[in-house]
């Protein structure tokens, strides 16, 4: 299925490992020409290699951390000397501490919201007039924690819900202005942190990770975790023009897992 992106513009944060990434390959795929922004630069440098080579398109970076205002500037600086337009941007930067409660810390807590809700604030709106004049599009990946509080993760939950009240009122401004704005919550998604955490709490209960992972499947009821390809085949299909109507949405893509209704 062609989704109609072929010559647009996307920038994609966190694009040099997981989601991000995948997201940025599948744009490529797709006849985008993309810019990717992550902390650092050699890994930038290595996935833009390998993205540039397997689509034959452009594919820019920036190196820079999005958890300041200064950072977020200058890869915005550097999206507008590359290419200076936009047409689609993915905000999907961002990892927050999970743990007991009553050892996070106000600078853990900081930390957390400054990159993974403020950059997606700064960078929409410092976006926008792009995004405005090409009619396009944002979509924010974002997490199941987002409707599913846990004690262990309050940081993430926290920030997961604010993100997704914030995209919600964003819509409101992209009818306005012409430009889509949709969310996106993976679930458990297999990337370099999850294989970690997997290994690790495998190891504790004295069992091989393949069992492991059967194990808490089965407990959740699950037929795998997600890829990133999974979460990344479905931005795409939100960021083109085929899904026009698909407004203000917020999608869950975690095999079944989150079954709240609001």
Same mark, same amino acid.
Request: net charge negative.
């Given at each position: 299925?062609?989704? &109609?992106?072929? &010559? ?10 997981? @989601? ?8 490529? %795929? ?5 810019? @990717? ?20 398109? %452009? ?25 200076? %337009?936009?047409? @689609? ?124 992972? %059967? ?45 709240? @209704?609001?």
């Amino acid at each position: 299925m062609d989704l &109609g992106l072929g &010559g647009k513009v996307a920038l994609v944060t966190g694009g040099s490992k997981g @989601i991000g990434r995948a997201c940025a390959e599948r744009l490529a %795929r797709e006849g985008c020409d993309v810019m @990717i922004v992550a902390r650092t630069a050699s890994d930038l440098e290595r996935a833009a290699a390998e993205i540039g080579e397997a689509s034959g398109r %452009r594919v820019e970076i920036c190196a820079t951390d999005l958890r300041s205002a200064q950072g977020c500037q200058a890869a915005v600086g550097a999206l507008e000397h590359a290419f200076g %337009r936009l047409d @689609i941007l993915v905000n999907n930067a961002g990892a927050t501490q999970s743990g007991d409660f009553f050892q996070l810390d106000d600078a853990t807590w900081e930390d957390g919201f400054a990159l993974k809700f403020y950059s997606y604030v700064r960078l929409s709106r410092a976006l926008w007039p792009l995004l405005k004049e090409a009619q396009g599009s944002v979509v924010n990946v974002i997490g199941s924690a987002s409707k599913t509080p846990s004690a262990s993760f309050m940081i993430g939950g926290a920030v997961n819900a604010a993100i997704t009240n914030f995209t919600k009122a964003l819509a409101e401004l992209g009818l306005r202005d012409g430009v889509g704005v949709k969310a996106v919550h993976p679930g458990m998604t297999v990337t370099g942190r999850l294989e970690t955490l997997l290994n690790q709490r495998a190891e504790a209960e004295g069992m091989s990770r393949e069992d492991y992972e %059967r194990q808490e499947l089965a407990r959740a009821g699950l037929r795998r975790y997600s890829q990133p390809a999974d979460i990344a085949n479905l931005v795409a299909f939100l960021a083109s023009p085929l899904a026009e109507q698909v407004h203000g949405v917020d999608v869950f893509i975690d095999g079944g897992a989150t079954k709240a @209704i609001l």
